[in-house]
């Protein structure tokens, strides 16, 4: 089956056609949502609190990344497949960055790499860019910055910020990157950016202007129920069903009602 590529994920947007965009980071979600027909699969940083259940997504490796990248890229065929590039990994220098970012390609078979922030890291994109490596930038709430920013409220309200939001996603775009995530800012900002840049938008808790959506799988499934940001949606409540079956496989087995005798050889 023909991989996505990001040409036609800017075909997509010419044509105003939405993109679809989801989380994953194992082998059954992965398998599902390519199944599915989901045109991008970010193996997100988001797993060290989805999967490993850490505070935030600053502790998150290297090593971590490439292990659940290769697993999710293994998996997919037709989706694009964005590994996401942890904490630390990227920031140092242009070098350190191309060097783990073609790590995520050769090592890990992902055919892209995401960055979070703006102007800062413009170089970092820049570089990896003129190496063949497709970049996915990240703005607004980026979650690595969480100690910086405070929390996970909403990004650029203010008008300053939102100028330069808006400068940072054309340095971006001018950097070479493929598509910008927009996550946790006001609608019309995303819709703004959206008009103005050519490659497509990817929005998350940015309104319905963007060119397309993301969301974690988790998140819109109700298995990670920590918390539920009002931009979630959920499609299904997964969790509840899990515990519901679990409450009832022990009363059975507490019975002495499972396995029976059809169940047994
Ligand atoms: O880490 C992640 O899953 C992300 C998406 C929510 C955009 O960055």
């Given at each position: 089956m023909p991989k996505?590529?990001?040409?036609?994920?800017?075909?997509?947007?010419?044509?105003?056609e939405?993109?679809?965009?989801?989380?994953a980071?194992e082998y059954?979600?992965?398998?599902?949502?390519?199944e599915?027909?989901?045109?991008?699969?970010l193996v997100?940083?988001?797993?060290?609190m989805?999967?490993?259940g850490y505070?935030?997504?600053?502790?998150?490796?290297?090593?971590?990344?490439?292990?659940?990248?290769?697993?999710?890229?293994?998996?997919?065929?037709?989706a694009?497949?964005?590994?996401?590039m942890?904490?630390m990994?990227?920031?140092?220098?242009p070098?350190?960055?191309l060097?783990?970012?073609?790590r995520?390609?050769?090592e890990?078979?992902?055919?892209?790499?995401?960055?979070?922030?703006g102007?800062?890291?413009?170089?970092?994109?820049?570089r990896?860019?003129?190496?063949?490596?497709?970049?996915?930038?990240?703005?607004?709430?980026?979650p690595?910055?969480?100690y910086?920013?405070?929390?996970?409220?909403v990004q650029a309200?203010?008008?300053?910020e939102?100028?330069?939001?808006?400068?940072d996603?054309e340095?971006?775009?001018?950097?070479?990157?493929?598509?910008?995530?927009l996550?946790?800012?006001p609608?019309?900002l995303?819709?703004?950016v959206?008009e103005?840049?050519?490659i497509?938008?990817i929005?998350i808790?940015?309104?319905?202007?963007?060119?397309?959506?993301i969301l974690?799988?988790?998140?819109?499934?109700?298995l990670f129920?920590r918390?539920?940001p009002k931009?979630?949606?959920?499609?299904?409540?997964l969790g509840?069903?899990a515990?519901?079956?679990?409450?009832?496989?022990?009363q059975?087995?507490?019975?002495?009602?499972f396995p029976?005798?059809k169940e047994s050889?």
């Amino acid at each position: 089956m023909p991989k996505v590529t990001t040409k036609q994920l800017w075909e997509m947007k010419r044509k105003g056609e939405r993109i679809v965009a989801l989380t994953a980071y194992e082998y059954l979600f992965a398998r599902i949502l390519d199944e599915a027909g989901v045109d991008m699969i970010l193996v997100g940083d988001s797993l060290g609190m989805v999967f490993a259940g850490y505070e935030s997504t600053v502790r998150v490796t290297m090593e971590q990344m490439l292990y659940h990248t290769r697993i999710v890229a293994s998996a997919v065929e037709r989706a694009l497949v964005v590994g996401d590039m942890p904490f630390m990994s990227f920031q140092v220098s242009p070098e350190e960055a191309l060097r783990n970012a073609g790590r995520f390609l050769q090592e890990a078979g992902a055919q892209a790499v995401k960055v979070e922030g703006g102007e800062e890291v413009a170089e970092q994109v820049k570089r990896m860019v003129e190496a063949g490596i497709p970049v996915l930038g990240h703005l607004g709430l980026t979650p690595q910055s969480v100690y910086q920013l405070g929390g996970y409220g909403v990004q650029a309200r203010e008008e300053d910020e939102a100028r330069k939001l808006l400068h940072d996603a054309e340095v971006l775009q001018e950097a070479g990157a493929f598509a910008v995530v927009l996550e946790k800012v006001p609608g019309e900002l995303a819709r703004e950016v959206t008009e103005r840049l050519h490659i497509p938008t990817i929005g998350i808790g940015a309104g319905p202007h963007c060119d397309g959506q993301i969301l974690v799988t988790q998140d819109m499934l109700g298995l990670f129920e920590r918390f539920r940001p009002k931009f979630v949606r959920r499609y299904a409540e997964l969790g509840r069903l899990a515990r519901e079956a679990v409450a009832q496989y022990s009363q059975d087995v507490r019975e002495g009602t499972f396995p029976s005798e059809k169940e047994s050889f």
